[in-house]
């Protein structure tokens, strides 16, 4: 019996690093994954878009990819769906970057067709970048009032996606309070950050009365999947200007990419220092320090 087990357990263990093996040459084969992926698209499809009225006239939209990222959260901490674990997390991360190249493909292709509308905006394009200014101003207080330092300066000067981590790694150091402070940004808004602008994006579409092509440029935040999750209900509460918001949503991201870097370094940062230097000494929390137990 003993010598049936240590069979049994060696076989298992060789089959175990052997699907391992398999998935680490083609992760593409993790059949668990994709059809999971596809159940929780049929799911979200079904229920379709939801309307929800917060008051009379004001209707906030729900869209298709808010269910999808949510069930999928859910799958990933259900500790009880066994096939959905962290080698999963990064299969899918990489196949939405691949399938999101197809999305910017779409939008650089509906810039095309509308260039005439954006050369007609001119200087509004690049102004509108100035925009990110605005969480200097208003989450760098809050940091502040949270108890945070200078991690605060790398959390607030910008929205905090690749180009900005770059940035403020580069000019305070891998292990700075500063980098570390981006980082955290970047990792929040990594997960939930597409859900975020998502129902933020309909609320401000139903309340703020701008013109639909002002929605499509703060969409551009600097992140393809942020970009998107905009893009769904600006495009549902302005359908017949889809090819325009669509334009004006894919360029305002790539001026993200570009032009906010100088403004992150010329004016974000710096101002950034100056407002953290006026804001700490007058409500910043007091640090606690351990001196061993006293």
Not at 67 to 80: D, F, H, P, R, S
Request: charged share 15%; hydrophobic share 50%.
């Amino acid at each position: 019996m003993t010598n049936n087990n240590d069979k049994t357990r060696v076989t298992h263990t060789y089959r175990n690093k052997t699907d391992k093996r398999i998935l680490k040459k083609n992760p593409w084969k993790d059949y668990g994954l994709h059809i999971t992926v596809l159940v929780l698209v049929i799911i979200a499809m079904v229920i379709g878009p939801m309307e929800i009225t917060l008051t009379k006239g004001v209707t906030v939209s729900i869209m298709p990819l808010l269910y999808t990222m949510v069930l999928g959260l859910a799958c990933y901490l259900i500790k009880q769906i066994k096939w959905i674990g962290k080698k999963q997390s990064k299969v899918a991360e990489g196949a939405m970057m691949l399938f999101i190249g197809i999305l910017i493909a779409k939008l650089a292709v509906s810039s095309g067709q509308s260039i005439h509308l954006i050369f007609e905006m001119g200087p509004a394009l690049l102004l509108q970048e100035l925009g990110h200014l605005a969480t200097i101003f208003i989450a760098l207080p809050v940091a502040l009032i949270l108890g945070f330092k200078r991690e605060a300066i790398g959390m607030t000067n910008s929205i905090g996606r690749e180009p900005e981590v770059a940035i403020v790694v580069d000019k305070y150091g891998f292990n700075s309070p500063e980098s570390r402070g981006i980082f955290v940004l970047f990792i929040v808004g990594t997960i939930i950050g597409t859900v975020f602008i998502s129902f933020f994006t309909s609320i401000c579409v139903s309340l703020l009365p701008l013109h639909p092509y002002a929605f499509a440029m703060a969409s551009g935040v600097g992140s393809a999947s942020m970009n998107a999750a905009s893009l769904g209900p600006t495009i549902a509460a302005f359908p017949a200007l889809e090819t325009s918001i669509e334009a004006f949503a894919g360029f305002s991201n790539l001026l993200s990419f570009s032009i906010s870097l100088y403004i992150v370094i010329f004016v974000a940062i710096p101002l950034t220092e100056k407002l953290y230097g006026f804001l700490e000494p007058k409500i910043g929390r007091k640090a606690i320090v351990n001196d061993g137990g006293s």
